[in-house]
Antibody, heavy 120, light 107 residues
């Protein structure tokens, strides 16, 4: 059974960098693409981006300039860095496994979510 | 498609059929997936590749995608199906896009 678990600070100051890690168990990192998705309080889902085991990545154009996603296959984990955060980045952050080729795929396993609040 | 539109809410009586639509420009050119999210829980995949059900998802869940509209249909709706439902596709950039979500009420 695939299990994903997000970790990282729950509070980040405005203008700083939000950093989260997703630990992967029960799945190989080299057969899927690994995504970050967020959900603002009481709102819908927003895709942030993915990192593919081949080394390619793709991000939401609206966040592109602030996002870096990386994959560490030796540790079976992937990470999110979101720079220059504001209160609008306060959200529940999910990691999720992508299946099917990127551009045609879907998300079959999700983490439990990590609430991150941006506040001074 | 750059935006996916869903109705804010759908109501259905127990045992009846619920239909939730997802509209977007040339949506049939993309595979559509559907997710169920109950309060305080992570989303769960219920339909992928327009019509396919993951293992463990009841047969009462089905999907279709034609033209500019994808539809999630729940036959014989049960109270446990009450949840928010989100459609998901890819646009031409390419980027993942989600619908705004539909709250399904079973009453």
């Amino acid at each position: 059974q695939v299990h994903l678990l997000e970790s990282g600070p729950g509070l980040v100051k405005p203008s700083e960098t939000l950093s989260l890690t997703c630990a992967i168990s029960g799945a190989s990192t080299t057969t899927s693409y690994w995504n970050w998705i967020r959900q603002s309080p009481g709102k819908g889902l927003e895709w942030i981006g993915y990192f593919y085991y081949s080394g390619s990545s793709n991000n939401n154009p609206s966040l592109e300039s602030r996002v870096t996603i990386s994959l560490d296959t030796s540790k079976s984990q992937f990470s999110l860095n979101l720079r220059s955060v504001t209160a609008a980045d306060t959200a529940l952050y999910y990691c999720a496994r992508g299946l099917g080729p990127p551009q045609r795929g879907h998300f079959d396993y999700w983490g439990q979510g990590k609430l991150v609040t941006v506040s001074s | 498609s750059d935006d996916l539109s869903q109705p804010l809410s759908v109501s259905v009586s127990p045992g009846q059929t619920a239909s939730i639509t997802c509209s977007g420009d040339k949506l049939e050119d993309s595979y559509v997936a559907w997710y169920q999210q109950k309060p305080g829980q992570s989303p769960v995949l219920v339909i992928f590749h327009d019509t396919r059900r993951p293992s463990g998802i009841p047969e009462r869940f089905s999907g279709s995608n034609s033209g500019n509209t994808a539809t999630l249909t729940i036959s014989g709706t049960q109270s446990i199906d009450e949840a928010d439902y989100y459609c998901q596709a890819w646009d031409s950039r390419p980027a993942v896009i989600f619908g705004g979500g539909t709250k399904l009420t079973v009453l």
